[in-house]
């Protein structure tokens, strides 16, 4: 860790060549704030990216010291930049009560050539499916874990998790897959719907909502908590469904069981909003726009 921090020194100190720096972040995790402003000082103008509540990771820290010493470094590096591009406006809310003097929000977004318009499939098992990473993978499925094993009772449905950790829930078929960026998007493409159970926690209002994202790409339905983003990813009823407690888990994963065409008619509405809001194409022109203006 000591020589990746020498070496981002070395490297933001010959950054003069350059009109702009971009940071995803912060460029020294667990230093202080007077420290990475130090050397940022003495460096071209940066632009600080959030699509997480990174923030919460210091100021919510079990450790008091932690919170001391780190709490208000996030909001430092944000009220110091030549922009802050947030994912959400929760992370751009943040933002501006940290002082920070140019804000934009730019969602996270998918590159649509990466993910080819798909039809419906033809499961003889009704899939639901979920994909990110190991870490949080067991809390958020076993959040919901008495609506899965509702809807599992029979044999017609099962669980997939891409990227998750080794685990079982009492009750629910479930498949875990290793993530792979080669095969994630034809693994969606076989999901039925695909979920994003959350837990209503500062850390999570802070999420910008990639798997419906990804799902919504793939012309697949969703599901997913009403909590932050998702509340404006999800359109209830248009591609999919918000909901709030386990009982309309189950309805929401039992309407779309049983109506093939409302699977696809929200599949076909997910992907549409993708296209308009959430993908690369649409987005590319307005980042550089962005990054342009904060270079001068």
Same mark, same amino acid.
């Given at each position: 860790i000591l020589s990746a921090y020498q070496k981002r020194i070395f490297q933001l100190l010959k950054s003069?060549?350059?009109? =702009?720096?971009?940071? +995803?972040? +912060?460029?020294? %995790?667990?230093? /202080?704030?007077?420290? +990475?402003?130090?050397?940022?000082?003495?460096?071209?103008? !940066?632009?600080?990216? !959030?699509?997480? $509540?990174?923030?919460?990771? !210091?100021?919510?820290?079990?450790?008091?010291?932690?919170?001391?010493?780190?709490?208000? @470094?996030?909001? @430092?590096?944000? $009220?110091?930049?030549? =922009?802050?591009?947030?994912?959400?406006?929760?992370?751009?809310?943040?933002?501006?009560? $940290?002082? $920070? @003097?140019?804000? *934009?929000?730019? %969602?996270?977004?998918?590159?649509?050539?990466? !993910? /080819?318009?798909?039809?419906?499939?033809?499961? *003889?098992?009704?899939?639901?499916?979920? #994909?990110?990473? /190991?870490?949080?993978?067991?809390?958020?499925?076993?959040? #919901?874990? %008495?609506? =899965? @094993?509702?809807?599992?009772?029979?044999?017609?449905?099962?669980?997939?998790a891409i990227g998750a950790a080794n685990m079982q829930l009492e009750g629910v078929p479930l498949e875990i897959k290793p993530w792979s960026e080669s095969t994630e998007v034809a693994e969606m493409q076989k999901f039925d719907v695909g979920i994003m159970p959350l837990i209503d926690s500062a850390f999570e209002r802070g999420k910008c909502g990639f798997k419906l994202i990804q799902y919504m790409a793939s012309c697949r339905p969703v599901i997913g908590s009403s909590v932050g983003v998702n509340r404006k990813i999800i359109e209830d009823g248009v591609n999919g469904f918000q909901v709030d407690d386990i009982a309309s888990w189950i309805t929401a994963i039992e309407k779309l069981k049983a109506d093939k065409n409302l699977r696809a008619s929200m599949g076909k509405a997910g992907r549409s909003k993708v296209e308009q809001c959430y993908s690369l194409q649409k987005n590319a022109p307005i980042l550089a726009e962005l990054l342009k203006n904060a270079s001068q």
């Open positions: 003069q060549k350059y009109n =702009l720096i971009w940071l +995803e972040k +912060e460029a020294f %995790p667990w230093l /202080p704030a007077w420290l +990475e402003l130090l050397i940022l000082r003495l460096s071209t103008p !940066y632009v600080v990216d !959030y699509d997480d $509540a990174i923030f919460h990771r !210091y100021d919510s820290h079990s450790s008091a010291l932690i919170r001391f010493s780190l709490g208000k @470094k996030i909001d @430092k590096i944000m $009220a110091n930049a030549a =922009l802050v591009i947030a994912g959400n406006d929760y992370l751009a809310t943040r933002a501006k009560q $940290a002082g $920070a @003097k140019n804000i *934009s929000i730019l %969602p996270t977004v998918i590159d649509l050539k990466l !993910y /080819p318009i798909s039809q419906q499939p033809n499961n *003889s098992t009704f899939t639901i499916g979920w #994909i990110g990473s /190991p870490m949080r993978s067991y809390t958020y499925l076993r959040a #919901i874990w %008495p609506a =899965l @094993k509702q809807v599992c009772q029979d044999s017609s449905t099962k669980v997939v």
